[in-house]
């Protein structure tokens, strides 16, 4: 075995025989099927989080086209056509494609690596919820590439993108588009829930569970209550574009702010379920850098479910300018004010950490005091934000598009990046530059910085959102263009993101189990881990199990088949050992269903016809995916009787 | 240059005090915290340098600190606990601060106050002013005339897609949402001129659909507002007299009205005083006769996707209709 691999108790007691079946158990056969029909976590994880952050350079592109066009007064660089599909475009994909996905992808890598198990409960659909978001992806683009991109805004509000004044079929695209992801991330949510709450090393309790994991199944479990909503809604939208309902319609006894409730009762929630995984990198890192266990890590666990519960709460504060009872937004300003304490407990119990620690300033770090200066700013113009007499002035200013991105770059991309030059040694086995990631970091703080800070300003002095072009009497030309010069500095620094990762992969140095030396389980197996994680799975007595080992009673299981794709079912809140669990083989049916739906779903933006009849394909491949197959039913029978 | 915080009205300015309490206690808080960030950091940064040049040789990594000192840990738990409390109550204050400016926005005397409605259209706004007298209704467009000292109700509908009303000297926003009525209620406290734009995303000219609010005093308002009520007068010159009956008999009435002509079209804005405002086509252009001839003759060059469409006039045709306009005064 790799002399490389952590010193921890996982690797012992193992034959070499044994490995190497385990490893022809585990592993996929080196062909394109193999390749495709994969359900390794760590296959699937690392799909999700190339596709995601693709589709980030990708909104990235559009986002430096939005701050051109609008670096100065009257520039016609695009028309109001393409300039209001670019910047639904730039949203959706952020939101849609990048944002959520990269989140769930490093759940699914990480997620069953901290808690040393062999894989995600249900990978066959994740699997299959890979090939969803891709080609729900795909289809938004190629609708941008032949001029029928969605251009009602990432919110898609009626009647704007009702049947009255939604042109073409570019509304229907959007809409279908949350069908694609709502589909995956929900499918996902479920793995990641399951896969957390059943799958834990025995020892593993709920105390013990690494923080990263606990923000994960939080906003798994906000991902299952808050999207079914807009996937309803968008649905309803598209019955009344296509069957001719009038769900939204007011002058038929519709309501055009119906939909609004509907799409921010998910999309409140969605910046959180993006911004708790973020929060959960933060408090994986800290401790590591910090060289001690994470101060108050009860509290943060308390902290992570309090926001999850109060990001349901928030949502009415998107609509402080519309016609509802004024006492019921008091009190979603209150709500929105709450939600600053759960985020106040943790910024302190981190500050704390850091406080006694002894710091390694190292990249990951760094993007981390990084997240700390953005995060502030954009949380406390968010509490700007909550205010009902504030918010009447500010809302749908550019001021807002300053707080978003503080929120979101700040808080979800500087935490995300942190996280990539943390894992990455992990997940390829080579080390980042620390220099080029040195340069990375200042050039993303300053050029985010210069392109949203004067937004702050510009919307005090009543730049509107989403508009295309506006007259040089208004003043606004000057710190716009400080803003496109900004986002230049971005691509420069994102371009040494993209050499960084290439020249890592093509001739980094090779890295060793556990880089930095950290505490939870993912660090115990090889870099790259091996297909089956560990060789024998481990035994938890405490939060940071490569820091203090369990010293009396067992310290890994045994008794598990390794001709067999076994692992170990635990219980819910102690993580006794419970059963034994045949996970699926790879199979080729979840991915003919994901390309069912796809097919389902495309018809149906065309037809209603396609809505019902389009049903078969998937419908046929779900069918196959579930039937039964006397080998394998034989094969688990046989190792219940006898592992 | 900060509209929001040039107030020149009493919701404004109910705005703007808020605004700076919380603006100086949120810089307050950011400083405190990212001070007490940089000392964290500082004095660990130095600790770890101790540490490894304690023992040289030892490698990069220091290894973990697991059972820090407890009364180090119990210090820190109170600070935390303070701090978080701290935070507390420091919202609990901004939020009654919010509730109270909430209340005395709600609050504004309302005696004898001016009744107007705005109806907004993709992309420009009608304005029409009520009253219970039937002939001393009119309309106008794009232009809302305010009395100084005086309150505005401004009743707000739609005709379309979601807008929002919007004078960021006066008041924050108030969506106008189709089949849906609302209502917003200023008052300007001094002579001047703002700009008024829409707010929500309605489509291809969203950037285009702004406004002039303009605040008279009262004896200049009421003589605004007489003149606003005459139809439109009699055109003199032979090119006026050509020009208007182009208008009434082409294509302009379609969707134009000119009171006191058969041109009664009410899908654009209302015609009878053009010349009298300050800007054509929701704030895009300056009103001048060149102007309006040019927008007359190719409006998608200045909006493309407005509903106007091209018109295809002689030259001697452009000039009479714009000759006819100019006199609207």
Redesign the interface.
């Known amino acids: 075995m790799d002399s490389t691999a952590a010193a921890g108790p996982t690797q012992a007691n193992r034959s070499f025989a044994e490995v190497a079946e385990l490893e022809r158990t585990w592993r996929d056969p080196q062909t394109l099927k193999g390749w495709i029909c994969t359900l390794d976590h760590k296959a699937l994880g690392r799909r999700f989080i190339v596709t995601a952050l693709l589709f980030f350079a990708a909104g990235g592109v559009m986002g430096g086209l939005i701050r051109h066009q609008l670096s100065e007064p009257d520039k016609t660089l695009v028309?109001?056509?393409i300039y209001?599909q670019l910047f639904t475009m730039h949203g959706t994909t952020m939101m849609f494609l990048f944002a959520v996905p990269v989140m769930q992808g490093f759940a699914l890598y990480f997620v069953p690596l901290m808690i040393g198990t062999r894989n995600t409960a249900f990978p066959r659909m994740t699997a299959c919820a890979y090939w969803v978001y891709l080609i729900g992806g795909l289809t938004l683009f190629a609708g941008f590439a032949f001029n029928t991109g969605a251009d009602?805004?990432w919110f898609a509000?009626v009647?704007?993108a009702g049947p009255?004044?939604g042109f073409g079929k570019r509304a229907d695209f959007w809409n279908v588009l949350v069908n694609f992801t709502e589909a995956m991330g929900l499918m996902v949510a479920v793995d990641v829930t399951t896969t957390t709450l059943k799958m834990r090393a025995p020892g593993m309790s709920l105390r013990r569970v690494p923080l990263f994991v606990w923000a994960s199944l939080v906003s798994s479990i906000m991902i299952i209550f808050a999207m079914p909503t807009v996937m309803l809604g968008a649905n309803l939208v598209q019955f009344d574009r296509m069957v001719g309902t009038h769900f939204f319609n007011?002058?038929e006894g519709?309501?055009?702010?119906l939909w609004q409730h509907m799409f921010w009762y998910f999309g409140h929630p969605e910046v959180y379920f993006i911004f708790i995984p973020a929060l959960g990198f933060i408090s994986a890192i800290i401790?590591t850098f910090?060289?001690?266990?994470m101060?108050?890590n009860d509290?943060i666990v308390l902290s992570l479910i309090a926001t999850g519960f109060l990001s349901f709460g928030l949502w009415v504060h998107h609509m402080f300018?519309?016609?509802i009872p004024?006492l019921g937004?008091?009190f979603f300003?209150?709500m929105s004010?709450?939600i600053?304490?759960p985020s106040?407990?943790q910024?302190?119990?981190w500050?704390?950490t850091?406080?006694?620690?002894?710091?390694?300033?190292k990249a990951p770090l760094l993007f981390i005091?990084g997240f700390?200066?953005t995060l502030?700013?954009g949380g406390?113009?968010g509490?700007?934000l909550g205010?009902?007499?504030?918010?009447?002035?500010?809302?749908?200013?550019n001021f807002v598009v300053a707080h978003l991105h503080y929120v979101l770059i700040g808080g979800a991309v500087f935490p995300l990046f942190a996280a990539v030059f943390y894992w990455f040694p992990k997940v390829y086995g080579k080390m980042l530059s620390e220099k080029l990631g040195r340069w990375q970091f200042w050039l993303l703080f300053i050029g985010f910085n210069v392109t949203f800070f004067p937004l702050h300003?510009l919307?005090?002095?009543?730049m509107?959102?989403?508009?295309?072009?506006?007259?040089p009497e208004t003043?606004w030309g000057a710190l716009n263009f400080v803003s496109w010069i900004g986002a230049m500095i971005e691509d420069v620094s994102m371009a040494l993101f993209v050499i960084n990762i290439a020249r890592a992969l093509w001739k980094g140095a090779r890295a060793p189990g556990n880089p930095?030396?950290a505490?939870t389980l993912e660090w115990a197996t090889q870099s790259p881990p091996r297909p089956y994680n560990f060789a024998t799975l481990p035994v938890v007595g405490s939060r940071?199990p490569l820091?203090?080992p369990v010293v009396d009673g067992p310290t890994h299981v045994t008794g598990l088949a390794t001709n067999a794709r076994e692992g170990l079912v635990t219980t819910v809140l102690d993580a006794l050992p419970d059963v034994r669990y045949v996970y699926p083989k790879p199979s080729v049916w979840p991915i003919v269903a994901a390309f069912g739906v796809g097919f389902w779903l495309i018809w149906s933006i065309f037809s209603i016809g396609g809505t019902l009849w389009g049903l078969i394909p998937p419908g046929i491949a779900f069918i196959a995916w579930y039937w039964p197959n006397r080998r394998d039913s034989d094969e688990e029978l046989a190792l219940q009787k006898r592992p | 240059m900060s509209a929001v915080l040039d107030a020149a009205g009493p919701q404004a300015a109910h705005i703007g005090a808020l605004w700076w309490l919380t603006f100086w206690l949120c810089v307050f808080v950011f400083v405190a915290v990212m001070a007490a960030l940089g000392w964290a950091v500082w004095r660990s940064s130095r600790r770890a340098r101790a540490r490894r040049n304690a023992d040289a040789g030892a490698g990069p990594d220091v290894a973990p600190d697991l059972q820090p000192a407890a009364a180090d840990e119990r210090r820190l738990g109170i600070s935390v606990a303070v701090s978080v409390a701290v935070s507390s109550l420091l919202l609990v204050g901004l939020l009654v601060a919010s509730v109270f400016t909430d209340r005395a926005l709600a609050h504004l005397p309302l005696d004898n106050a001016l009744a107007v409605r705005i109806i907004a259209h993709q992309w420009w706004w009608e304005v029409v002013y009520d009253d219970p007298l039937p002939d001393h209704v009119f309309s106008t467009a794009n232009e809302l005339v305010v009395p100084v000292g005086r309150p505005v109700v401004v009743t707000l509908q739609a005709d379309d897609v979601i807008h929002s009303f919007w004078v960021p000297n006066l008041h924050g926003k108030k969506d106008l949402i189709p089949g849906r009525i609302s209502k917003i209620e200023f008052r300007a406290d001094r002579e001047g001129t703002w700009v008024g734009r829409c707010a929500e995303y309605c489509g291809l000219q969203h950037a285009f659909m702004a406004y002039d609010v303009v605040a008279l005093p009262p004896d200049k308002y009421a003589a605004w507002a007489e003149h606003q009520r005459m139809p439109a007068p009699e055109p003199a010159s032979p090119a006026a007299q050509r020009g208007r009956e182009l208008f009434v008999t082409g294509s302009c009435m379609l969707c134009h009205a000119i009171v006191g002509t058969t041109a009664n079209g009410r899908k654009a804005p209302d015609l009878t005083h053009i010349a009298s405002r300050r800007h054509l086509a929701a704030g895009r252009l300056t009103n001048t006769a060149d102007s309006l001839a040019q927008w007359i003759e190719d409006p998608q060059q200045f909006k493309p996707g407005a509903n106007m469409p091209t018109h295809f006039l002689p030259h001697d045709d452009l000039a009479a209709v714009v000759a006819y306009l100019e006199t609207l005064q």
């Open positions: 028309g109001p056509d209001n009602a805004g509000y009647p704007l009255e004044y007011a002058s519709g309501d055009a702010l401790p910090a060289r001690r266990p101060f108050g509290a300018a519309t016609n004024e937004k008091s300003t209150a004010f709450m600053a304490i106040a407990v910024l302190f119990c500050i704390a850091l406080w006694r620690g002894r710091l390694d300033m005091l700390f200066f502030m700013i406390l113009t509490i700007i205010s009902v007499p504030l918010d009447l002035q500010v809302h749908d200013t300003i919307g005090l002095a009543g509107p959102r989403r508009i295309y072009t506006y007259a003043g930095w030396n505490g940071e820091w203090s």
